[in-house]
Every structure is written in C-alpha cells, then in structure tokens.
C-alpha cells in the first residue's frame, strides 16, 4: 500500500510538479480551448455560407460547395493541416494558431453546412407554403418561419461538433503548436513515463466535454419548451 | 368582372400532365366547392391559384390581374388570397396570436396592438377566444384548423382558398370547421373549396365542378350535379361517394 502511494506521488512530482512542468499542461488547455473556439466560429460562419449556397438556386455555386465538402470529409483532417500549414499559410507572417484556426474552420465549416442543411431541410414543407401563401418572400419565410425551426434542429448536432472539433484539435502539435496533446508529449519525453501526463490529459479532455455535453442538454431543454 | 379567371390552365410534373387545359369564371361572393377522385388534379388547380404550384402553360387572373404576367409582384398578389392547408401548416414556434398577428405586422406595417386587437376578433368569430397563448402542439386538429382560418382572415383576403380543409380531422372535428367555413360563405366571402365532404358541398356550395382527367369535366349547382349528373364518369363518381 505504502509503494503505491509513494509510486503515485513520484509519479505526480516528475511529470506535474517538478520544472513547474503543470504549467505546461495548463497553458496547452488554453491554447486547445482558444483553438477550438476559433474554429468553431469560423467553421460555423462558413457552414452556414456553404449551406445557403448550396440551399440556394445556383447551380454551378451547389456543385463548387458539393466538390468542397466532399473533398473535406474525404481527406484526413491532419493531411488537411499540415497542407494549409505548409504550403498555403506557412509562408505568410500570420501566428500559428491563427493558422490552425483557419484550418479547423475550414474541416468544421464543411461538416457544419451539411449539419445546417439537413436542419433547415427538415422542416416541414408546408411551412414555407404557409408563410408563401399569406404574401411573405422566399428571403423573409426563411427569416421569420423555417430558420427558426431549423435551429432547434441543428443547435444539438452543432454542440456535438464542437465537442468533436476540441477533441480533433489535439492534432495541432503536426505543425509545432503547444496544445494540450502536445504538453503531454513533451512531459513524456522530459519523463519518460507515457501513462501519466497522457491519463492525465485524457481527463482534463473528459472534463471539458463533459462539461459542455451538460450546456448543451440546457439549451437543448430551454428550445423546446414550446413542443 | 369575375373575381377568378383560369384560361386554358395546364399543368404538368415532367411527364406526368395533370392539368390539361381548364377553364373556369369565379364571381365574388361564390362559394365553388371542387369534388374528384384524388389524382383527378384538384388540389394543383387550387394552388395554382396562388402560384404555390407553376402553372406550365396558360393565365389565371385575380381581380383581372394576370398572375403569370406579374410573377415579380406575386408576393403582394397572394396577400389577396388566403389560403388553408389540409395540414393546418400552423407556426409551431409561435403561440397563436404571433401566428395571426405575423403576416399583418410585418406585411401590412400593422401595429402590435391593432394586430392582436384584429387576432382576438378573429380567435373569436372561429369560436377560440381563450387560445391566444397556446402553442399549435397543444390544440386539437379543429383548433389548429380553425386558428388557420383565423391566420389566412388576418390578411383581409378577398378569396380564400380552402384545400381539404377536413380530410386530416377526426370526424367529431369536422363539424367545427365546416360551420366555421358556412359562417364565412354567409358572409360573402369568395371561397374555393376542394373538399371530400359532399354534405357542405350540397349545403353551402352555389356551385359544385366535378374535376376528371385534368379539366372540370361537369359543373353545376348543387341540385343539378347532385340530383342530375349528365356524364358517365360523374354519375359514377357520385354513385361512389354518396
């Protein structure tokens, strides 16, 4: 029992305490979460642009948004990175985490605008109808009559892709970027002990979505009060 | 001058022709009730009347305006006519008095209050006055049916269009809003009812269209289609529904 503790205890002291090596991990989270919450607004900014072009009559602007979200979901969101990283915004003067958000709002945008799609796509038919028949536009049924339907439908699915996205940031270290995958990793090489910094990151990840599961059951519940 | 005017109306999805070249005369103030087997086209020649369905070829006119012609004022044109679904198509995130207040506070530049004052007249005469803040979910299929009609009056319409208004209502509910629909005939409303209900037909209807193979294939007052069809396909229809 007594080995235990002392195990356990050395174990926190070299890969948390000593060179104040808990500061790593506290300073990844925090890139981790600004990342993620970049990238979940321009991911949603340009999902709901990709999902109007697509919603819309344009022929050639559907096809070019089809070819782009195919090419998206089609590839391995770390190859995506580490391209845009290298040969699109690496030569510029822009910060690496400005690049990564690019990139992640780039993958999230193509699977926030089917997300957006299919929501607005699931209201009912007859509404448009209904607001069509008492004089309202197209531009102005979508705003007061189908968006805000749609929203009930797509607000759940979109909390899970923020919640996916947190988690698909932890590739960030392919392009050098401290995050809190990546804090692991190098408390591992300082300590050469795998388990311990990576258990640990592993909760902290555990914790967050859980945490963010719990906000969007709320949300979820307050939407639908009027059901 | 008729309030309605179809000309050589003619519709068709791809391949399939469903209209194929109706003509017809509304006046103000009739009540034209349209009866057919289903597939017979009724349903696409009534929401042609609002352009919820294009017409392939030919012209309707709505008090002698030309619908096809003014395709880009469409909008305000159908704010002439009410329509009502056979799914009530109710706003489900709104209560009932946003639902009928909506269209005219944001059509017409109505005031909040005038709008809701007009709601609560309409919520009346369709005999809910106390709904205003109940959400379409928690009403029955005549509620909901009735709260529709309310809407479409909101807009001051100078034709309804009714499209089997009852067919989806349990059957002790279709007595509410058929009544609703007399009182609004007495009331000179000009009213086209696609309807399987052949008691209302008879009752209210000055003028029954029976509609076969994508025209109006018989029409004629209630006593003259009822009591003495002319053609084959109308007798046998009517052998089949009453």
């Given at each position: 029992m007594e080995s235990i503790i002392k195990t356990l205890s050395d174990a926190i002291y070299f890969n948390l305490i000593r060179e104040q090596r808990y500061v790593l991990f506290i300073s990844g989270l925090g890139i981790s979460l600004q990342l993620t919450l970049y990238s979940a607004l321009l991911g949603t900014l340009i999902g709901l642009f990709l999902a109007l072009a697509k919603l819309g009559r344009v022929k050639w602007l559907e096809g070019l948004v089809t070819a782009y979200v195919d090419i998206i979901r089609g590839t391995p969101a770390v190859v995506q990175l580490v391209l845009i990283y290298y040969?699109?915004?690496?030569?510029?003067?822009?910060?690496k985490i400005a690049v990564a958000s690019i990139a992640f709002g780039l993958n999230s945008g193509a699977y926030v605008c089917e997300l957006i799609r299919a929501g607005i796509m699931a209201v009912d038919k007859g509404q448009m109808e209904a607001a069509r028949s008492l004089g309202f536009s197209y531009a102005r049924s979508m705003i007061y009559i189908i968006i805000p339907q749609a929203i009930k439908n797509i607000l759940p699915a979109l909390g899970n892709e923020f919640i996916v996205l947190l988690k698909e940031t932890a590739i960030a270290g392919y392009i050098a970027l401290d995050d809190l995958t990546r804090a692991g990793d190098i408390v591992r090489g300082r300590?050469?002990?795998?388990?311990t910094p990576f258990i640990l990151v592993a909760i902290i990840y555990l914790l967050i979505t859980s945490i963010l599961t719990r906000l969007m059951g709320g949300l979820e519940r307050r939407l639908h009060a009027s059901d | 001058m008729p309030v309605i005017e179809v000309v050589d109306l003619h519709k068709s999805f791809g391949e399939l022709r469903v209209l194929k070249g109706l003509n017809t005369r509304i006046n103000k103030q009739e009540v034209v009730c349209v009866i057919g087997?289903?597939?017979?086209?009724k349903s696409t020649f009534l929401r042609c009347l609002n352009l919820l369905e294009e017409p392939t070829a030919g012209e309707i006119y709505i008090e002698g305006i030309p619908l096809m012609e003014h395709r880009k004022d469409i909008n305000r044109l159908r704010q002439r006519v009410g329509m009502v679904f056979q799914l009530f198509?109710?706003?489900?995130?709104?209560t009932v008095l946003d639902n009928i207040t909506l269209a005219p506070m944001k059509l017409?530049?109505?005031t909040k209050s005038k709008a809701e004052e007009k709601a609560r007249d309409l919520l009346d005469k369709v005999g809910?006055?106390?709904?205003?803040?109940?959400?379409?979910?928690?009403?029955?299929g005549g509620q909901k049916q009735r709260v529709a009609i309310a809407r479409a009056l909101a807009m001051d319409p100078q034709i309804m269009l009714f499209?089997?208004?009852?067919?989806?209502?349990d059957p002790e509910m279709v007595g509410e809003v058929l009544n609703v629909m007399k009182d609004l005939a007495k009331e000179g409303m000009t009213m086209v009812v696609v309807t399987h209900e052949m008691g209302f037909a008879k009752e209210v209807g000055d003028r029954i269209m029976f509609m076969d193979e994508g025209i109006i294939f018989e029409e004629g007052s209630p006593q003259e289609l009822?009591?003495?069809?002319?053609r084959d396909r109308t007798k046998e229809f009517l052998g089949k529904v009453l």
């Open positions: 040969a699109i915004l690496g030569s510029s003067s822009l910060p300590t050469f002990d795998a388990y | 087997a289903s597939g017979s086209g198509n109710l706003f489900p995130h709104m017409k530049g109505m809910l006055p106390d709904k205003n803040n109940e959400y379409p979910n928690r009403l029955s499209d089997e208004p009852t067919s989806s209502l009822f009591n003495s069809p002319q």
